[in-house]
């Protein structure tokens, strides 16, 4: 049994989870400062976002197997050594689905409907980011679309359909961000694409002119994150900007670790340096808004 647990962890890869998560959670923090927290919100944010990518992620794995199992690189995965079964994905998949929906449930005592509004909607997008690469070489930004969707429905989640310009730059921020790592990741499968008949950037592009244009999208994020400060100070303040300026860095060294010649570093670059950037920015507005609590305390 937690055998079988730790295989479709291992599938749905959760670790990742730190990519979406923070955001969620950042623009909940952002949208707690002009409604009342309530714990079910967190709740429901949580469960939300850990089940809804759980099940684009299995549905992922489940309609690519047979691309996986003819990549070297993918040819380990779960699903083509028969570590899962096809059945058991599918099953895994619908449960995570209904799940999702389920938690939208959580917010309808506040008198919040949108959630189970958006919640199908939501479901239906994230998992046609699987399909995308068959027919649009496009598909790093609606990956990105998909993770932007954090922190705008997070943003919903408690206040509604009131003030979305603040989650919309955020969830902007998230897109590029998304979209820039996405492409850099695609680099190494640029030759199989191509065989393939799958539509990526690098395969299309090449390598070097993809890692140039990742790096655009790096720098609109920044763009957007300093958007967010002009529109969204108070409550964000310095110590915010110097998350950005940190922020800033990290991206400029992934983007060092990472050339045409040299894909070796690939996987750092994606996972360590990204899940720093995520939970770094996460850390950095909690930490600002504490200050701000200090400074000037609720009469």
Same mark, same amino acid.
Not at 86 to 91: D, E, I, R, S, T
Not at 174 to 189: E, N, R
Not at 239 to 253: D, E, N, Q
């Given at each position: 049994?937690?055998?079988?647990?730790?295989?479709?962890?291992?599938?749905?890869?959760?670790?990742?989870?730190?990519?979406?998560?923070?955001?969620?959670?950042?623009?909940?923090?952002?949208?707690?400062?002009?409604?009342?927290?309530?714990?079910?919100?967190?709740?429901?944010?949580?469960?939300?976002?850990?089940?809804?990518?759980?099940?684009?992620?299995?549905?992922?794995?489940?309609?690519?197997?047979?691309?996986?199992?003819?990549?070297?690189?993918?040819?380990?995965?779960?699903?083509?050594?028969?570590?899962?079964?096809?059945?058991?994905?599918?099953?895994?998949?619908?449960?995570?689905?209904?799940?999702?929906?389920?938690?939208?449930?959580?917010?309808?005592?506040?008198?919040?409907?949108?959630?189970?509004?958006?919640?199908?909607?939501?479901?239906?997008?994230?998992?046609?980011?699987?399909?995308?690469?068959?027919?649009?070489?496009?598909?790093?930004?609606?990956?990105?679309?998909?993770?932007?969707?954090?922190?705008?429905?997070?943003?919903? @989640?408690?206040?509604? #359909?009131?003030?979305?310009?603040?989650?919309?730059? *955020? %969830?902007?921020?998230? &897109?590029?961000? +998304? =979209? $820039?790592?996405?492409?850099?990741?695609?680099?190494?499968?640029?030759?199989?694409?191509?065989?393939?008949?799958?539509?990526?950037?690098?395969?299309?592009?090449?390598?070097?002119?993809?890692?140039?244009?990742?790096?655009?999208?790096?720098?609109?994020?920044? @763009?957007?994150?300093? #958007?967010?400060?002009?529109?969204?100070?108070?409550? *964000? %303040?310095?110590?915010? &900007?110097?998350? +950005? =300026? $940190?922020?800033?860095?990290?991206?400029?060294?992934?983007?060092?670790?990472?050339?045409?010649?040299?894909?070796?570093?690939?996987?750092?670059?994606?996972?360590?340096?990204?899940?720093?950037?995520?939970?770094?920015?996460?850390?950095?507005?909690?930490?600002?808004?504490?200050?701000?609590?200090?400074?000037?305390?609720?009469?």
């Amino acid at each position: 049994m937690l055998l079988t647990v730790r295989r479709f962890l291992e599938m749905i890869r959760f670790s990742h989870t730190v990519f979406a998560l923070p955001f969620a959670l950042l623009s909940a923090l952002l949208a707690w400062q002009r409604e009342p927290f309530r714990w079910l919100d967190l709740l429901g944010i949580v469960l939300g976002m850990v089940f809804a990518r759980s099940a684009a992620m299995a549905f992922n794995r489940l309609v690519d197997r047979r691309f996986d199992a003819a990549n070297p690189r993918t040819a380990g995965r779960h699903l083509p050594t028969g570590q899962l079964s096809v059945a058991a994905v599918a099953a895994f998949t619908a449960a995570c689905a209904l799940v999702f929906v389920a938690s939208t449930l959580l917010f309808l005592p506040a008198g919040n409907p949108w959630p189970l509004v958006f919640s199908v909607p939501v479901l239906l997008f994230i998992g046609g980011y699987s399909l995308a690469k068959r027919f649009t070489a496009l598909s790093h930004f609606w990956l990105g679309a998909a993770l932007m969707l954090a922190p705008v429905a997070s943003w919903i @989640a408690i206040a509604q #359909l009131n003030g979305l310009l603040v989650p919309t730059l *955020l %969830g902007l921020a998230v &897109l590029f961000w +998304v =979209a $820039g790592f996405d492409i850099l990741y695609a680099c190494q499968d640029a030759d199989f694409d191509r065989r393939s008949g799958l539509h990526s950037l690098p395969a299309r592009l090449g390598v070097a002119l993809s890692l140039r244009l990742a790096l655009g999208c790096h720098v609109v994020m920044v @763009a957007m994150l300093l #958007l967010l400060y002009a529109v969204a100070s108070p409550p *964000l %303040g310095r110590v915010f &900007l110097v998350g +950005v =300026a $940190g922020v800033s860095a990290l991206l400029a060294y992934e983007h060092w670790l990472v050339r045409p010649d040299d894909l070796s570093r690939v996987n750092q670059a994606f996972f360590q340096v990204n899940a720093v950037v995520s939970i770094g920015l996460l850390v950095v507005v909690a930490a600002q808004l504490a200050i701000n609590a200090w400074l000037f305390p609720a009469p």
